[in-house]
């Protein structure tokens, strides 16, 4: 079905009054606030009755007005803004009136003696009938007509209906699927901040295991240091005593040798004396000399390998191995991860009392 709507032309101050008009429209209901007004922290405002519906509708565990048990309060979402209304036990019941709106609805309602869009209503015409104005809606054809249509029109075998009826109910059935839309998106945005309190959980927890697994590998790190110290400390007392013996029988060899060679330079300096009895005057004592010297036995050299330092090798292969195996538990409490720890500590101790053992029985 088609129709045509016409404007007639309209007083001087209609433009501003459907100005105001649009700003007196309840977001919920589409209908002009209905006393009383409340006005919401956003500074948004609503119909009572529309605020109630939706509170319902968010908190539908919340009990009404008048019943014997005591509500601790509850939220919804400003449907204009989304800002989260947090109400106490009282409900919309203790939001604020918003009395200079409800002042203009009502000097509004004086100046306009038309109801809600009367204006466009009384301009909607028939566009087969155009003196005939739409006032009648098709049930079958789900289009609005006017009644010369039924009578012998386009719709003269359909079901109708009064337009009013058909206006309301389908006002009705909107504003029931907006208050329901309303209470699911806040039902959404209650599972998008659970979700995100999940993902600051995971992320502190993350936090604190990273933390945790940092101080155990430090502890690790501080045993090996602690050993590694250990083994260069044995390892530097033993080269120690080594270089101390050989030194020493450098030493001994240095001054046999340096009172030999100055043995020789005066048994030189003696066969070169050409008096001969002043020569026998010290041959015979420089004969014993040399022949004391030449008897003289010196320390025994290191014996063969001793400069080796290879017994103090170390097999940490087994050690790196076991390392390698490392590994996140599952299913295990904190504390059980702690007492682990403190286990593996003492056996890597006492696995490093045994190596140095080994180490002492090596070098005796």
């Known amino acids: 079905m088609n129709f045509a709507v016409g404007f007639k032309p309209l007083l001087g101050d209609a433009h501003s009054m459907d100005n105001l008009e649009k700003q007196l429209i309840c977001p919920i209901c589409l209908e002009m606030f209905s006393k009383p007004v409340v006005i919401l922290p956003c500074q948004h405002n609503l119909c009572r009755k529309c605020a109630n519906d939706v509170f319902q ?17 509850g939220r919804f979402r400003c449907p204009s803004c989304r800002h989260e209304v947090v109400l106490d036990r009282h409900g919309v019941y203790g939001l604020q009136r918003n009395l200079l709106v409800e002042n203009i609805i009502d000097i509004y309602k004086q100046e306009s003696s038309r109801p809600l869009h009367s204006k466009a209503e009384q301009h909607l015409m028939c566009e087969e ?90 502890t690790l790190c501080a045993v090996l240091e602690e050993r590694k110290a250990e083994l260069l400390q044995t390892l530097a007392r033993e080269q120690e005593e080594k270089l101390q013996r050989v030194r020493g029988l450098i030493r001994q060899y240095g001054d046999h040798l340096e009172a030999s060679s100055k043995l020789v330079e005066s048994a030189i300096q003696s066969m070169e004396e050409p008096q001969m009895a002043l020569y026998l ?35 940490v292969e087994h050690v790196a191995e076991m390392l390698r195996t490392i590994d996140f538990q599952t299913g295990g409490s904190g504390e059980e991860e702690e007492e682990e720890l403190v286990l593996e500590g003492e056996d890597v101790s006492a696995g490093a009392e045994e190596e140095r053992q080994e180490a002492s029985e090596g070098l005796h």
């Open 57 to 73: 509708a968010s908190n539908p565990l919340w009990q009404s007005r008048g019943s014997t048990t005591v509500s601790s309060g």
């Open 129 to 218: 009938h155009e003196e005939e104005k739409i006032n009648i809606y098709c049930l079958s054809c789900e289009v609005p007509t006017c009644s010369l249509c039924k009578v012998f029109g386009a719709h003269k075998d359909c079901e109708v209906a009064p337009l009013p009826n058909i206006y309301k109910r389908q006002k009705s059935e909107l504003s029931d699927g907006i208050a329901m839309l309303v209470a699911g998106n806040d039902r959404v945005q209650a599972v998008i901040t659970q979700m995100e309190e999940v993902c600051q959980t995971i992320e502190d927890n993350s936090r604190r295991q990273k933390q945790l697994l940092g101080q155990k590998f430090e």
């Open 281 to 315: 005057q010290q041959a015979k004592e420089l004969i014993k000399k040399v022949g004391d010297m030449a008897k003289v036995e010196l320390a025994g050299r290191p014996e063969p390998g001793y400069e080796s330092m290879e017994q103090f090798s170390v097999n």
